[in-house]
């Protein structure tokens, strides 16, 4: 006989309808210190007029030594919480993407939650480079679509100065420190991140990677001396990889949304290259004004990039409510990534 006191088991999760997620407040961090072409003239081998013509960078930011990647991760999220008006004892989950942990573990995600006082939220690191930020908006919304949280803040944070070689011509010009950040909730309409695509190709690891640091080589004397803690790149394959991912990504995003690029008011598109995003927007034939670009200013920051980037463009008033923006991305992995959102 069933015991009629007991009450039913309850499965939260079967409370509630699916709900749409959107983004309800941005946040970006930069440091203070601009490093120029003109400066990286007189470190490396390189000119202002190579650096500008092949990558469209001009300047990138430079965190001091005492900033962490966490530090500039808290400080996106509180300019995010600020604008959504979310408290930090609101906040269920915490998502860093980053390539640039404080260290190794803990997560930067538990650094930034003692940071901003957000007790009772869980928080976790995910690593898919410059794609991270938009895998982290797919899998903050699945929580909450799924009934699990109501509330999440998603960072990309990156301190890549300090995994720079600063002597090495064919990278240092191209990277930069930052952190973006976005708070997403259901706001009971049907606007919000429409879709998501993401994907990955393992077998092209070795052409943009970190090779020490973790448990293949662990720190050593040998290491240090042969420079395997620094980033590493073959930037043409890089380039020829990034352009035919971000095409298709952006090209299944628009797809599963039956949209076309004429329905998009704002494609941001990772800060990597300007080459590389001209080429991407001749091929999904979006003119350039509709395309978001700061990479001139900031450099590629990873998996801030494009949070910065969507900030920015946000706050710029590039677009406004219900209209359709395009965001996609590419990164060591090889990794990538695209999502709809209506504003
Ligand atoms: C890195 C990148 C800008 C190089 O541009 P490129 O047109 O492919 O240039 P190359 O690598 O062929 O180099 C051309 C020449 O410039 C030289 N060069 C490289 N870096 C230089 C620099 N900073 N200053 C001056 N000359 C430089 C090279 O040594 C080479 O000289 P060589 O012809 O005498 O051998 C480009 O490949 C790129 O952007 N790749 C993708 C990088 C990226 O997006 N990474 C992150 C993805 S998330």
């Given at each position: 006989?069933?015991?009629?006191?007991?009450?039913?088991?309850?499965?939260?999760?079967?409370?509630?309808?699916?709900?749409?997620?959107?983004?309800?407040?941005?946040?970006?961090?930069?440091?203070?210190?601009?490093?120029?072409n003109?400066?990286?003239?007189?470190?490396?081998?390189t000119?202002d007029?190579w650096i500008t013509?092949?990558s469209?960078i001009?300047?990138?930011?430079?965190?001091?030594?005492?900033?962490?990647?966490?530090?500039?991760?808290?400080?996106?999220?509180?300019?995010?919480?600020?604008?959504?008006?979310?408290?930090?004892?609101?906040?269920?989950?915490?998502?860093?993407?980053?390539?640039?942990?404080?260290?190794?573990?803990?997560?930067?995600?538990?650094?930034?939650?003692?940071?901003?006082?957000?007790?009772?939220?869980?928080?976790?690191?995910?690593?898919?480079?410059?794609?991270?930020?938009?895998?982290?908006?797919?899998?903050?919304?699945?929580?909450?679509?799924?009934?699990?949280?109501?509330?999440?803040?998603?960072?990309?944070?990156?301190?890549?100065?300090?995994?720079?070689?600063?002597?090495?011509?064919?990278?240092?010009v191209?990277?930069?420190?930052?952190?973006?950040?976005?708070?997403?909730?259901?706001?009971?309409?049907?606007?919000?991140?429409?879709?998501?695509?993401?994907?990955?190709?393992?077998?092209?690891?070795?052409?943009?990677?970190?090779?020490?640091?973790?448990?293949?080589?662990?720190?050593?004397?040998?290491?240090?001396?042969?420079?395997?803690?620094?980033?590493?790149?073959?930037?043409?394959?890089?380039?020829?990889?990034?352009?035919?991912?971000?095409?298709?990504?952006?090209?299944?995003?628009?797809?599963?949304?039956?949209?076309?690029?004429?329905?998009?008011?704002?494609?941001?598109?990772?800060?990597?290259?300007?080459?590389?995003?001209?080429?991407?927007?001749?091929?999904?034939?979006?003119?350039?004004?509709?395309?978001?670009?700061?990479?001139?200013?900031?450099?590629?920051?990873?998996?801030?990039?494009?949070?910065?980037?969507?900030?920015?463009?946000?706050?710029?008033?590039?677009?406004?409510?219900?209209?359709?923006?395009?965001?996609?991305?590419?990164?060591?992995?090889?990794?990538?990534?695209?999502?709809?959102?209506?504003?």
């Amino acid at each position: 006989m069933p015991n009629s006191t007991k009450p039913a088991v309850r499965n939260p999760r079967s409370k509630r309808p699916t709900r749409a997620v959107h983004i309800v407040g941005t946040g970006s961090y930069v440091p203070d210190r601009v490093l120029t072409n003109a400066d990286l003239e007189k470190m490396v081998d390189t000119t202002d007029e190579w650096i500008t013509t092949r990558s469209g960078i001009k300047e990138r930011r430079i965190a001091p030594d005492y900033m962490c990647t966490s530090d500039m991760g808290a400080e996106a999220a509180r300019r995010a919480m600020e604008q959504a008006g979310v408290r930090e004892d609101e906040i269920d989950l915490i998502i860093c993407a980053t390539i640039t942990p404080d260290m190794p573990f803990p997560a930067t995600a538990c650094l930034i939650q003692q940071k901003l006082g957000a007790k009772k939220s869980a928080a976790f690191d995910i690593e898919a480079a410059c794609s991270g930020f938009l895998y982290g908006v797919e899998i903050g919304q699945q929580f909450i679509t799924s009934g699990t949280y109501d509330t999440v803040l998603v960072v990309g944070a990156e301190k890549l100065s300090a995994i720079v070689d600063w002597t090495d011509r064919q990278t240092c010009v191209l990277f930069g420190d930052g952190a973006g950040a976005a708070i997403l909730r259901s706001r009971g309409e049907d606007h919000g991140i429409l879709t998501t695509c993401m994907g990955a190709d393992g077998s092209q690891a070795d052409i943009l990677l970190m090779p020490a640091g973790g448990a293949k080589y662990p720190a050593s004397k040998e290491s240090v001396s042969a420079g395997m803690h620094h980033l590493k790149m073959a930037g043409k394959e890089v380039f020829k990889n990034a352009i035919i991912a971000m095409q298709t990504a952006a090209e299944e995003a628009l797809r599963k949304c039956n949209l076309t690029i004429a329905d998009i008011k704002c494609v941001i598109p990772h800060q990597a290259n300007s080459r590389i995003i001209e080429a991407i927007a001749e091929r999904l034939g979006a003119p350039m004004e509709k395309v978001y670009m700061n990479l001139h200013r900031y450099g590629n920051v990873s998996a801030a990039s494009v949070a910065i980037a969507l900030d920015e463009a946000a706050r710029e008033g590039r677009f406004h409510h219900g209209d359709l923006i395009l965001l996609v991305v590419f990164g060591s992995g090889l990794t990538w990534a695209s999502c709809v959102i209506q504003w």
